[in-house]
């Protein structure tokens, strides 16, 4: 009976606007008749178009305050990189939903059967992330670390990188654990290694990834964001 009586709001409200643009030919005015009307009948009835579940008829979602937070340090810096090919993962997991409801990803990450993560311990202080959003092109996502030395394992990473798409997770030295990258929009490496000309300097390989039109921005994971990890080798 209840969806029957939220249809029946849907009709309602297409019906206001209807009938207006008939009777005086204002498509603006007819428009705005939509979200006037299902004002009305939710106070009226109690019922809300956007609560029924017509998401799709929903418009601009409230805002929320940022309280400033003095209590606790936040602390810069990140203390553990881990990457995952995009192809192990075994769906889009990540929803705009997310960002408008809780603001961050809390359940377990989907990999395919015996897919990991694997851990990249960059070097110290090197690690940024960073996320914007453009009005009409949606939300950017970069994240940029440094090793030192090269050797034959960076060599095999770089070959292994080239063309890849991979999500990071960058874990910061505050134990927050931030998610960069979609299934179907990837990070992609960039990467630049260097002998200095001078002895007193260190060799240095610099990896870099950015990409636009992500659907959300660099999210949280919450505590129920559990996902598997590669045990490194011990060097």
Do not use: H
């Amino acid at each position: 009976m209840e969806i029957f009586k939220k249809l029946g709001l849907v009709g309602a409200s297409l019906l206001s606007a209807v009938l207006l643009f008939l009777g005086t030919g204002d498509l603006f005015a007819s428009a705005l008749a939509v979200p006037a009307s299902s004002i009305i009948l939710q106070k009226v009835t109690g019922i809300s178009l956007v609560e029924a579940g017509f998401s799709g008829l929903a418009f601009t979602a409230p805002l929320i305050g940022l309280p400033r937070k003095a209590q606790n340090p936040q602390l810069g810096g990140s203390k553990r990189l881990y990457l995952v090919l995009t192809e192990d993962l075994e769906k889009e997991f990540i929803q705009y939903s997310d960002v408008l409801t809780t603001g961050e990803y809390n359940a377990p990450i989907p990999l395919l059967a015996g897919k990991k993560f694997v851990e990249i311990e960059a070097w110290y202080d090197t690690t940024k992330w960073d996320t914007g959003m453009k009005p009409g092109a949606g939300f950017t996502q970069s994240v940029e670390f440094e090793v030192l030395g090269y050797n034959k394992d960076i060599a095999k990473l770089m070959a292994l990188l080239y063309e890849t798409g991979v999500n990071v997770i960058a874990q910061g030295n505050d134990d927050t654990l931030i998610y960069l990258g979609q299934k179907y929009v990837p990070l992609m490496f960039e990467v630049a290694a260097q002998s200095p000309v001078k002895g007193n300097a260190q060799k240095k390989v610099t990896f870099k990834a950015a990409n636009e039109g992500f659907m959300v921005p660099a999210m949280p994971l919450g505590p129920l964001a559990t996902f598997a990890v590669t045990p490194l080798v011990a060097a």
